[in-house]
């Protein structure tokens, strides 16, 4: 089954500086990829994703790229701010209905 | 904006009693799952179900646990027998089916003692 890797386990930025997480996943019949944004006390909640069929989303100062040769996926976000500091965990999907494969996550500091 | 609910959102128990998770999701939505995190690790996929039965379930979702959705609303989880390794975060989700995103609701802490 599909096996998603993800790192660093933790990462601490200065504020307004750029993060970055990396994942990569075993199924190459995984097509969708979606990122999560959890707090604490709180479930996992979407915060951008990308379809096999695009290398590059941006949402504001998040942006997310795939190479689904390599199987890597990349999450990017610039202009840090506190509020940003939370568990991110990337995944992966087989189809729209299909059960999500979490990574292990990162816990982003952003420091002031 | 809609959103899956859960309750309780923290339950104590004892081991070997039975625990009924109870989570709606989201109205137009058709499929359902549970997923567990155990604290510290990962979230980890449970079950899926559609059309009132289960699509796919993981080692994990062995023969003490069950789903159900006894109305048009509830989705619940039941644990027939825990036992302490079942302490974790319950998350429900569910999804249109129209769209890939998996919404998730806040989860429930079980504790079992």
């Known amino acids: 089954g599909e096996n998603v890797e993800q790192h660093p386990s933790t990462l601490s930025v200065q504020e307004g500086d750029s993060a970055v997480i990396k994942c990569t996943y075993s199924?190459?019949?995984?097509?969708?990829f979606p990122w999560y944004k959890q707090e604490l006390g709180k479930g996992p909640q979407l915060i951008i994703d990308?379809?096999?069929?695009?290398g590059e989303k941006k949402d504001q100062r998040i942006a997310v790229t795939l190479n689904k040769t390599a199987k890597h996926f990349s999450l990017h976000i610039t202009e840090t701010q506190p509020e940003d500091s939370a568990v991110y965990f990337c995944?992966?999907?087989?189809?729209?209905?299909?059960?999500?494969?979490f990574g292990k996550g990162t816990r982003l500091h952003i420091l002031p | 904006e809609p959103e899956v609910t859960q309750t309780p959102s923290h339950q104590v128990t004892q081991m070997g009693q039975e625990v009924i998770l109870r989570c709606v999701p989201i109205s137009n939505h058709l499929y359902f799952y549970w997923y567990r995190q155990i604290l510290g690790q990962k979230v980890e996929f449970l079950v899926s179900f559609y059309n009132n039965e289960i699509s796919e379930k993981s080692e994990i979702f062995d023969d003490q646990f069950s789903v159900e959705r006894p109305d048009g609303s509830n989705f619940t989880l039941k644990i027939r027998s825990t036992k302490l390794e079942d302490s974790a975060m319950y998350f429900c989700a569910s999804v249109s089916g129209l769209s890939y995103e998996q919404y998730f609701g806040p989860g429930t802490r079980l504790t079992v003692t």
């Open positions: 990308i379809r096999s069929n695009v």
């Open positions: 995944a992966a999907s087989l189809n729209r209905d299909d059960k999500i494969i």
């Open positions: 199924d190459s019949a995984s097509n969708y």
